[in-house]
């Protein structure tokens, strides 16, 4: 069983910055892509970024691009993302996901374990 673990979250003015932790249990973290999807009050989860298994690909939703960064650290079993000039809109609570293959991908449906969520708030 794999367990994710968020953490990170809080309260921020637009423009700052906060960098999200996500730390994972068992020893399978290596061998699969990871993904963080935010969901706001009333809305769908949505993608805004994934690594591949390795960190060496990356990919990103259009509304953060150049705002956010995924990376991840194998031998701690953790994934990072550092989210920079805040806007209010990123409210949300942030889950961290387990991808089903190695290389990173949008769908939802490629992800098979999912943290708790921390929650982000982005005040204007």
């Known amino acids: 069983q794999v367990q994710l673990v968020e953490s990170g979250g809080g309260l921020v003015q637009a423009g700052g910055s906060l960098r999200l932790s996500c730390a994972a249990s068992g020893r399978t973290f290596s061998s699969f892509a990871m993904g963080w999807f935010p969901q706001a009050p009333g809305h769908a989860r949505e993608f805004v970024a994934a690594?591949?298994?390795?960190?060496?690909?990356?990919i990103y939703s259009e509304s953060v691009k150049g705002r956010f960064s995924i990376s991840r650290d194998n031998a701690k079993n953790t994934v990072y993302l550092q989210m920079g000039s805040l806007k209010a809109e990123d409210t949300a609570v942030y889950y961290c996901?387990?991808?089903?293959?190695?290389?990173?991908?949008?769908?939802?449906?490629?992800?098979?374990?999912w943290g708790q969520g921390t929650q982000v708030t982005v005040s204007s």
């Open positions: 996901a387990r991808g089903t293959l190695v290389v990173p991908t949008m769908a939802e449906n490629e992800y098979d374990y």
């Open positions: 690594i591949s298994y390795r960190g060496g690909s990356r």
